[in-house]
């Protein structure tokens, strides 16, 4: 008989599978604890229970995290793992250690490809597969405590493959078991969600209580420019999605980040730099600057590293906080959705 796996279950799921066995209520979080904090996966282990429970338990359930099918290592240390779903999907997960500081960085995928389709993105081109489970999503953050100890991470973002508040239900289960006191036990300060700008998601997210740091990609700070790289402006306006974010702000009194990807000539001009703090005015906010990863096959030409200091320049004293961010993993297609996009190509990877 295959065996079920509890990766992904809730507190309230396994107390209810206690109950469901003739047990104690309480039992189910004692193995929350167990499988979450401790990440001990052999109920053999799980001293507090007794042996009939241990061995039940062992006859019909497993706690699997995920099947790793590649991983690269870039010259400047980031990871990306590539993970075999049981369906054979790939998924991919980004480990980025930021040296000189104890802060390791993880960017986990929601979905298997993405349906947003920006036009800028490897994911997108993938077209959209699936949604992650949540077992799916947490199982990401289990496999790298499993392999390499409980520091494996210190900050979780999720910006790896697809649109986090596209699978909605998903990601706030697989949140609320990050967060988890007695779980993996993170701190709500350090989880962040990425989103292209689902507003009436963002509304949601903020109205959960989660209060986790919230990241758009804006990438533009018109609509007119914004529509042209990101289909999703079409059915949520900035005028909509700034109305959101100011929402969740306000609501969870976190400083909202916003992700600007400058591409060569199309939005790094001195008009861009006022339409941005223009937009952001007022906002408790970060603006992250990054240089375009070159994707193949797509049009877009990365900005030169005077142009970045120049825009970081004209816009640092318009704004709250300005950073111009280093790509990492360049060497590794460390940008979102390039190794898997290579993988469902078929294509060889030099691992
Ligand atoms: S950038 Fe993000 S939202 Fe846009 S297509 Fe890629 S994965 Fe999807």
């Not at 107390?15 to 996966?41: A, I, N, P, S, V």
């Not at 240390?77 to 390791?104: A, H, M, Q, W, Y």
Request: aromatic share 8%; charged share 25%.
């Amino acid at each position: 008989m295959k065996k079920i796996n509890l990766l992904g279950y809730s507190l309230s799921d396994l107390e209810q599978l206690m109950l469901d066995m003739g047990e104690k209520k309480f039992r189910g979080g004692q193995l929350f604890k167990w499988l979450y904090r401790d990440h001990q996966t052999e109920f053999e282990l799980m001293t507090d229970f007794s042996k009939e429970l241990r061995q039940k338990l062992d006859e019909k359930f497993e706690f699997k995290s995920m099947q790793l099918l590649h991983s690269q290592t870039s010259e400047d240390g980031t990871i990306k793992f590539l993970f075999n779903l049981d369906d054979n999907l790939p998924v991919e997960t980004v480990l980025i250690p930021d040296f000189g500081s104890e802060r390791k960085t993880v960017c986990i995928s929601s979905q298997v490809g993405c349906a947003v389709n920006c036009g800028f993105c490897a994911t997108g081109k993938m077209g959209f597969s699936r949604d992650l489970t949540a077992g799916e999503i947490i199982g990401q953050l289990v496999y790298l405590r499993e392999e390499f100890g409980l520091d494996a991470f210190s900050n979780v973002v999720m910006m790896g493959m697809g649109e986090p508040l596209a699978n909605f239900d998903n990601v706030v289960k697989a949140v609320e078991l990050m967060l988890a006191p007695t779980g993996m036990m993170l701190s709500r300060k350090k989880v962040t969600i990425s989103t292209s700008g689902n507003s009436p998601k963002i509304k949601k997210l903020a109205d959960t209580g989660l209060d986790i740091c919230l990241a758009i990609s804006l990438h533009a700070a018109t609509q007119e420019k914004r529509v042209k790289i990101m289909p999703i402006a079409e059915t949520f306006g900035i005028e909509k999605l700034m109305q959101a974010i100011r929402y969740y702000s306000e609501k969870s009194r976190t400083q909202v980040m916003f992700e600007y990807i400058i591409f060569d000539n199309f939005n790094d001009k001195m008009e861009d730099v006022h339409a941005l703090a223009k937009l952001v005015r007022g906002l408790p906010c970060k603006i992250n600057l990054l240089a375009y990863n070159p994707v193949e096959g797509l049009d877009f030409k990365r900005p030169s590293e005077e142009k970045m200091n120049w825009f970081g320049g004209q816009l640092s004293p318009r704004v709250p906080v300005v950073t111009v961010r280093k790509s990492r993993g360049r060497d590794i297609d460390a940008a979102c959705g390039q190794l898997a996009a290579k993988q469902q190509l078929g294509r060889k990877l030099d691992v």
